[in-house]
């Protein structure tokens, strides 16, 4: 079973972020807050899905749907 990335998450569902499936844009999240163990609930979508808004480490954090796929959650 593949695992599920916080571009599948409903608005205001929580998740744990377990790992990241793209090492170059890790690091870029790392920067922002995304830690492995944090954890992450979906605020909002733009009107056609993309971009997404995220409350993580006390924060909303806009980012595209792609980079969002490259986030692997634990529920």
């Known amino acids: 079973m593949s695992k599920r990335s916080v571009a599948d998450l409903k608005i205001g569902e929580r998740a744990t972020i377990e790992s990241f499936n793209n090492q170059l844009m890790s690091l870029k999240l790392l920067e922002m807050g995304c830690l492995p163990g944090a954890e992450v609930c ?15 480490a006390g924060y909303c954090l806009a980012m595209r749907k792609s980079e969002a796929a490259t986030i692997l959650i634990d529920n």
Request: contains cysteine.
């Open 42 to 56: 979906l605020h909002s979508k733009a009107p056609l899905g993309d971009p997404i808004c995220l409350n993580v």
